[in-house]
């Protein structure tokens, strides 16, 4: 069984949402996960108008177990009616003492 938990800490001069975890791959696991609204004021909207966008830009801090890793972001809009349908991407980071850009 994975586990996980997703925290509001400031790391390396940054807030920024932690997650942080231990995943299992028994009985076919190997995933924990986070789910966040991208507003930046949720009392006035709980979306994002992203129709001046080109795409989408993390900056992201790993300090796992492994030299390199990868993760998977999914982005949700209204056009996503399906319980699962999402935007995805995959991104692979180095451990690192940095903060890293990924796009």
């Not at 966040?36 to 801090?61: C, M, R, W, Y």
Request: proline share 1%; glycine share 8%; net charge neutral.
């Amino acid at each position: 069984i994975s586990k996980g938990i997703c925290t509001r800490e400031i790391i390396e001069g940054r807030q920024c949402n932690l997650i942080k975890g231990k995943v299992s791959l028994y009985n076919n696991g190997g995933f924990i996960q986070m789910a966040t609204a991208l507003s930046t004021n949720p009392a006035e909207s709980l979306t994002v108008d992203a129709t001046k966008f080109s795409g989408v830009e993390l900056d992201v801090f790993y300090k796992g177990e492994e030299d390199e890793e990868k993760f998977n972001v999914h982005l949700r809009n209204s056009a996503c009616l399906r319980q699962f349908s999402s935007y995805r991407g995959t991104f692979s980071v180095k451990k690192d003492d940095e903060w890293q850009i990924v796009k």
